[in-house]
């Protein structure tokens, strides 16, 4: 165990539906770097975890309502996926808020297989080079993002990996960028100001 992220708090965002190896892997790895973790979701109680998007494995306790949570309370984010997942949180205004809320501090954020789903809806995948699980790349460029086909992509502390396959890679990166901390807040639009 080491200690680079001794004293952060890594939110992970996730509904019913969630792959339950996108949601364990990173979990452990932030925390086998000594932060401590919190689970939101749209509603309190558990959460319903998958395998394979379809195989019901386990319920998963939920710590906080991710509409009673704040991204100030927070040093990085995890989006994991699994189909239903993030159809579930884009669907959520509270949801959608946080992402939007949290990328606007700058803070890093890990998202990986069908998680970039909830960017979209948010409207923060615009101008980002990502990568994600194929049948959604389609949806990404659509949103104004570049997507390249990588194990792990990283650009300005958005970090995104393809699917389970490469959650080797995406946890080490996620542990990189969390002790990085924040970064340039990456603003898409007429009031974009470019760093000169």
Known sequence: MSDELKGMTIAILAADGVEQVELERPRQAVEGA????????????????VEHD???????AVDRKVSEAS?????????PGGVANPDNLRMDEGAVTFVQEFFKTGKPVGVICHGPWILIEADVARGRTLTSYPSIRTDLRNAGAEVVDQEVVTDQGLVSSRSPDDLEAFCAKIVEEFAEGEHEVHDEGATAQSAR
């Open 71 to 79: 991204a100030e309370d927070y040093d990085g984010l995890i989006l």
């Open 54 to 60: 379809i195989n019901p494995t386990e319920k998963v």
């Open 34 to 49: 000594g932060a401590q973790t919190e689970l939101l979701s749209i509603d309190s109680g558990e959460i319903q975890a």
